[in-house]
């Protein structure tokens, strides 16, 4: 595999679009030492370019699994975010229990998960990322799950013309969520932990800094993969020898957003995130550095806190199906705090 390959499967993985190369994340992780310059400025440019366009629009994909599919009652569900945006989910009851799990997703998924075993969407390892698994093991524990698609993706609107703050502005559907929790007879009194992910774990944070005050009876939290802009731009471009990368994508990513990449940095919003919180993270990622997941976890206030590695793999989308197939981890979690 030639330099520049290696150097297009790092970009498909950091921006999740299958927009931006063909090629198929495989094998071990990739040799991201050198930085010797591998494209000339007009290459640069429209990379860049491509990469800033991708992670400033959100894209759908379809809903292709439902929790009857999985014997599990569910009341299909819709709610305003702070801003009015109409969002759809689920409702999943648990009988007799007086738990909730509120669960988000991450870009360019939705409630569902992610079909990535599917074309076009099967360049992140070419595997499903079915979340309802995960919410029939939460069920199973007791839990009562509330998952939601984020604005611009699954059933939910688009909001501010489909561009998405990377949790810049998600972070409204998040207090949505909330209130929306505390708004059902059956749900307003119940203990609540959230399951947050990547955008959506970003959004959490960030919601949790504007509006502390919704947020203070929280029990607890599991921040799956939540990403910082600094990594994210060091692997996509730096890496691959792009001079003046921050200044130049920044340019991109506001010419198309509005937002600059420092508006949705999960470490710059980690301070206050005040509940009990295990930060998940696929430990050799090749779209972020294991520096950012550690410098969030320490970062985090309470000192009831954990790291978890997932380890073997450099495949990103692992770390979100992770639970679906081990929910051990994820109910410990949950039962501790609830």
């Known amino acids: 595999m030639t330099q520049t390959r290696r150097n297009l499967l790092k970009v498909g993985a950091v921006t999740a679009a299958a927009s931006i190369t063909p090629l198929r994340l495989t094998g071990?992780?990739?040799n991201t030492q050198t930085k010797e310059r591998a494209m000339d400025q007009t290459q640069e440019d429209a990379l860049i370019d491509r990469i800033a366009k991708a992670v400033s629009y959100?894209?759908?994909?379809?809903?292709?699994?439902?929790?009857s599919d999985y014997e599990l009652d569910y009341e299909?569900?819709?709610?305003?975010?702070?801003?009015?945006?109409?969002?759809?989910?689920?409702?999943v009851p648990a009988q007799g229990s007086d738990k909730l799990i509120i669960c988000n997703h991450f870009i360019g998924a939705n409630r569902y998960g992610?079909?990535?075993h599917l074309a076009p969407w099967d360049q992140q390892g070419g595997f499903e990322v079915d979340f309802v698994r995960a919410y029939k093991a939460l069920h199973e524990a007791g839990y009562n799950v509330l998952a939601y698609d984020l604005r611009g993706h699954g059933h939910s609107a688009d909001g501010a013309g489909n561009i998405t703050g990377v949790g810049a502005i998600e972070w409204r559907d998040v207090i949505g969520s909330m209130r929306y929790a505390k708004s059902r007879p059956d749900t307003a009194r119940m203990k609540i932990g959230l399951h947050s992910l990547c955008m959506g774990c970003n959004a959490t944070f960030i919601a949790m800094a504007r509006h502390p005050e919704e947020f203070e009876d929280i029990a607890c939290m599991i921040a799956l993969q939540p990403?910082?802009?600094?990594?994210?731009?060091?692997?996509?471009?730096?890496?691959?020898?792009?001079i003046n990368a921050y200044e130049r994508f920044n340019e991109r990513y506001s010419y198309y957003s509005s937002f600059r990449h420092t508006d949705s940095n999960a470490i710059a919003w980690a301070h206050a995130v005040r509940c009990p919180t295990m930060v998940v993270q696929v430990k050799d990622d090749v779209t972020t550095k294991p520096s950012d997941a550690q410098g969030i976890h320490d970062t985090l206030p309470n000192p009831d806190k954990k790291l978890l590695w997932i380890e073997g793999t450099p495949v990103r989308y692992e770390g979100y199906r992770y639970f679906s197939g081990n929910p051990e981890e994820m109910i410990a979690w949950y039962?501790?705090?609830m």
């Open 28 to 30: 071990a992780a990739e």
């Open 58 to 67: 959100s894209f759908r994909t379809p809903i292709l699994r439902r929790p």
């Open 76 to 91: 299909d569900v819709y709610f305003p975010a702070a801003d009015g945006v109409m969002l759809d989910g689920w409702f």
């Open 114 to 116: 992610y079909p990535g």
């Open 227 to 242: 990403l910082s802009a600094a990594p994210f731009i060091e692997r996509a471009l730096i890496d691959q020898g792009v």
């Open 335 to 337: 039962n501790a705090h």
